[in-house]
T-cell receptor, first 115, second 113 residues
Framework: QQQVKQSPQSLIVQKGGISIINCAYE??????FPWYQQFPGKGPALLIA?????SEKKEGRFTISFNKSAKQFSLHIMDSQPGDSATYFC??????????????FGKGTLLTVNP | DAGITQSPRYKITETGRQVTLMCHQT?????MFWYRQDLGHGLRLIYY???????DKGEVPDGYVVSRSKTENFPLTLESATRSQTSVYFC????????????FGPGTRLTVT
C-alpha cells in the first residue's frame, strides 16, 4: 500500500517558470511533511519541511502548501532555475506509535528546468 | 571528514554471494536507516535502528540483515544476493532530539549478476 502518492513523475519547466509537485497521503497519523532534493549521483538532502499546524511555509523560492482536510501538500518552486534540475521526493512521518522519525517517501519527481 | 560515509560506492557481485554494505557516521546520531532506491519505487526503508543494539524492520526487509554494535556504524548484509536486490542503497542518520531531518550518505550502487 502506497501511503504517499506523488505526481507528476516528471516535469519540464522553462527557466523563470513555476514548478509544482503534488503529494497526497492516507495516514492521518502523519504530522511531519518534508521535501527532499536529490541531484544525480548524490544522496537526498532536506529542502524544506512543514507540520500540519500551518498551511504554508516559504523558504526563498521554495514554498510548501498544506491542505490538512484534503490530506494533500505541494511544493512550489518560483522562478525555477536550471540548477533546480533534480529529483524531488515528498515524504511523511507519523507522530506516535513507536514509528516516530520513520519517513515514508513518495516515488519522486524528476524536474528539468530548461535554460 | 565529519558526516556520513558509505562503502563501497560501487559493487558487483554474483547471485548467491553474501555482501555487506558499510555505513559510518561521525555525528553520534541515535537513529540510522537503510533505504533502497529503484526507478519507479522511490526510496523504500529496509531497516532502521533507534540506538546501538536496537534495530527494526522497515517496508522491504526480506533478504537483508543488519546489526548495530556501535552507535556510529550500521552495516547492511545481503545474506544470499539475488538479482532483484540490484539497486542503489542509501544509509541515513538522524538526531531525533533536535529534528526529524535525515542526513543521507552518497549511496552504494550494487549490481547482482
Amino acid at each position: 500500500q502506497q501511503q504517499v502518492k506523488q505526481s507528476p513523475q516528471s516535469l519540464i519547466v522553462q527557466k523563470g517558470g513555476i514548478s509544482i509537485i503534488n503529494c497526497a497521503y492516507e495516514n492521518t497519523a502523519f504530522d511531519y511533511f518534508p521535501w527532499y532534493q536529490q541531484f544525480p549521483g548524490k544522496g537526498p538532502a532536506l529542502l524544506i519541511a512543514i507540520r500540519p499546524d500551518v498551511s504554508e511555509k516559504k523558504e526563498g523560492r521554495f514554498t510548501i502548501s498544506f491542505n490538512k482536510s484534503a490530506k494533500q501538500f505541494s511544493l512550489h518552486i518560483m522562478d525555477s532555475q536550471p540548477g533546480d534540475s533534480a529529483t524531488y521526493f515528498c515524504a511523511a512521518s507519523p507522530n506516535s506509535g513507536g514509528s516516530n522519525y520513520k519517513l515514508t517517501f513518495g516515488k519522486g519527481t524528476l524536474l528539468t528546468v530548461n535554460p | 571528514d565529519a558526516g556520513i560515509t558509505q562503502s563501497p560506492r560501487y559493487k558487483i557481485t554474483e547471485t548467491g554471494r553474501q555482501v555487506t554494505l558499510m555505513c559510518h557516521q561521525t555525528w553520534s546520531h541515535s537513529y540510522m536507516f537503510w533505504y533502497r532506491q529503484d526507478l519507479g519505487h522511490g526510496l523504500r526503508l529496509i531497516y532502521y535502528s533507534a540506538a546501538a543494539d536496537i534495530t527494526d524492520k522497515g517496508e522491504v526487509p526480506d533478504g537483508y540483515v543488519v546489526s548495530r554494535s556501535k552507535t556510529e556504524n550500521f552495516p547492511l548484509t545481503l545474506e544470499s544476493a539475488t538479482r532483484s536486490q540490484t539497486s542503489v542503497y542509501f544509509c541515513a542518520s538522524s538526531e531525533t532530539s533536535l529534528s526529524y531531518e535525515q542526513y543521507f550518505g552518497p549511496g552504494t550502487r550494487l549490481t547482482v549478476t
